[in-house]
């Protein structure tokens, strides 16, 4: 796996990155995209080229299911479902589906949403048992006339539907949660920049349509019933095909107060490259959250032309990113402190 700071990819410093001399200096995006070039109509005969950015390291195996999806000429909503469903089915990740950290009370519940080029969207919430819960998600956007269930009902639902129960406690979590739970109140691990790594995935396919998926545990330890933004359409996902599409990771409460990935698209819409969108975004969340030191939110987005970007609160964010001309590259972040 090649990993860039967001820097050596503009520049051009590794071979992965070469092509990008092309591109902007303020955009990292594929470089056979220029700035100047136009954006892809979805109605145009010309076929887009596809690409997929996803968040955090885990994004590198996500990418590569999703890549499957794309290069067969598939759309981005199925390369996105079948992207993060393999970081829900890997029980090391802590953060994600099977193995996710549990509740305060021990339990796995679990937030995912998706959303289309039609703007249709579907989500859970606080889903128990269910190790794919992306596929519920698109299974509540597809087969009811809702965009969200939560709880009891989004497990009712998903019984229903098909899928199976799974124990998504994994006895690693478990030993996790025990040792959190034994330690005295005040060395508790806290809900900080550390514990949480949700993948949220946004690609664009060859016909020029955008998607997006994002799944997550939530907040380690969290309240029992609390829902972070991920689950949340247009705080922690936001499509909108004319323009393009946002994807956001970290503390769900801050993300949801500024509406995060909506307010990303906006941006993009008033002309903003993708970087900058979230620069701005990530700004706002800084403004109206005083304790923005002690927390960690990034937002990664991709435009209509295929040009992506990301940027948050803290250092250590990175995102992977995957187009015809690249292989799997993980990119840094930038950040505002
Ligand atoms: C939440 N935003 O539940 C999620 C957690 C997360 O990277 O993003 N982790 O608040």
Redesign the pocket.
């Known amino acids: 796996m090649t990993k860039l700071s967001r820097r050596e990819f503009v520049a051009g410093t590794s071979s992965a990155a070469a092509g990008l001399l092309s591109a902007s200096a303020s955009c990292a995006g594929p470089p056979s995209r220029s700035e100047t070039e136009e954006p892809v109509d979805a109605g145009a005969s010309r076929p887009a080229r596809p690409v997929v950015v996803s968040?955090?390291k885990h994004g590198i195996e996500a990418n590569a299911a999703a890549w499957r999806v794309l290069v067969a000429g598939g759309r981005a909503l199925d390369a996105v479902e079948q992207g993060v469903r393999v970081t829900e089915l890997n029980p090391k990740i802590s953060?994600v589906g099977v193995g996710g950290n549990p509740d305060a009370s021990g339990v796995v519940t679990l937030?995912a949403c998706i959303m289309d080029e039609f703007g249709d969207c579907g989500s859970v919430a606080c889903l128990r048992e269910i190790a794919n819960p992306i596929s519920v998600a698109r299974k509540v956007m597809e087969n009811t006339p809702h965009v969200m269930l939560v709880g009891d009902g989004a497990l009712e639902f998903a019984l229903e539907q098909g899928f199976p129960r799974t124990n998504l406690l994994t006895p690693e979590s478990e030993a996790r949660w025990r040792k959190w739970k034994a330690a005295d109140t005040k060395k508790r691990l806290e809900?900080n920049v550390e514990?949480?790594?949700?993948?949220?995935m946004v690609a664009l396919d060859s016909a020029g349509n955008l998607s997006g998926a994002?799944t997550?545990?939530?907040?380690a330890y969290?309240l029992p019933g609390?829902?972070?933004?991920?689950p949340i359409i247009g705080a922690?996902l936001y499509v909108d095909n004319d323009v393009g599409a946002a994807c956001?990771?970290?503390?769900?409460?801050a993300?949801i107060r500024a509406v995060g990935c909506h307010l990303v698209v906006e941006f993009m819409r008033q002309g903003q490259l993708p970087e900058d969108a979230c620069r701005l975004a990530v700004e706002r969340v800084i403004a109206k959250n005083p304790d923005y030191r002690e927390i960690?939110?990034?937002f990664l987005a991709l435009d209509k032309s295929g040009r992506h970007g990301a940027y948050c609160i803290q250092k250590g964010f990175n995102y992977a990113a995957l187009d015809d001309d690249h292989e799997n590259v993980l990119i840094d972040g930038e950040h505002a402190i």
């Open positions: 968040t955090w953060t937030d809900i514990n949480h790594d949700t993948i949220g994002c997550t545990s939530g907040a969290k609390r829902v972070g933004d991920s922690g956001a990771t970290g503390w769900g409460e993300v960690q939110v990034g």
